[in-house]
């Protein structure tokens, strides 16, 4: 998540100021990411669109008292994972976020190891609109605490830092988090590209 290319940064002072200007930049820098990250969380646009609303209005008024000890995407996505998680408990008490893994193994190995090896498959299948779509749903399939982490790290770029600072988890705890949420990724997804590593090689020996 990051500022328009070629635009000076945004100013926290200027923030801090009350310069409204200079916080509709931000809302137009930070919309688009808050707003996809919501709806990862909680699948429903109308919910996401109410977090990202949540997230500006509480942004705003504590913005005077914010010192800058994270980056602004760090304590903007802080203040919407936390409105989203609210919701979700609302909805899910049973969901949890904590930086107890409980019985987790911390080698991050899966259960199960189906691995598959599809470095042989063209890179207009391995790259497809379907392939995409299964991605997306194997994403979705992630326990929410594996998710939420994969997520921040490895589809909005955020560092491990960041992102322990935005869900409030240690950072060997993230770390342990995305290896098992990658690990269980490869895992899915070899269960996609394995028919049609088995389809190519039948046709090859064809």
Request: charge should be negative; hydrophobic fraction near 40%; glycine fraction near 4%.
């Amino acid at each position: 998540m990051s500022e328009q290319v070629g635009s000076p940064p945004i100013s926290l002072e200027a923030l801090r100021n009350g310069d409204r200007k200079e916080f509709a930049r931000l809302v137009d820098a930070y919309s688009t990411p808050i707003y996809r990250l919501a709806l990862k969380i909680l699948g429903d646009p109308q919910d996401a669109e109410d977090v990202l609303q949540e997230t500006f209005i509480k942004a705003l008024s504590a913005l005077p008292t914010f010192e800058g000890r994270s980056s602004l995407s760090t304590w903007l996505y802080r203040i919407a994972v936390n409105e989203a998680l609210m919701l979700l408990r609302r909805r899910k008490p049973e969901t949890l976020l904590t930086d107890n893994d409980g019985d987790e193994d911390e080698s991050g190995e899966s259960e199960s190891a189906y691995l598959i090896d599809w470095c042989c498959l063209p890179e207009e299948e391995l790259l497809s609109d379907e392939a995409q779509r299964f991605l997306d749903k194997a994403i979705a399939q992630l326990p929410e605490n594996l998710r939420l982490v994969f997520w921040l790290r490895d589809v909005e770029g955020l560092s491990i830092k960041e992102t322990a600072e935005t869900l409030g988890l240690s950072e060997t705890n993230v770390k342990t988090r995305l290896l098992r949420a990658r690990l269980k990724l490869r895992e899915i997804l070899s269960e996609y590209y394995g028919e049609r590593v088995e389809v190519r090689s039948r046709q090859n020996a064809a």
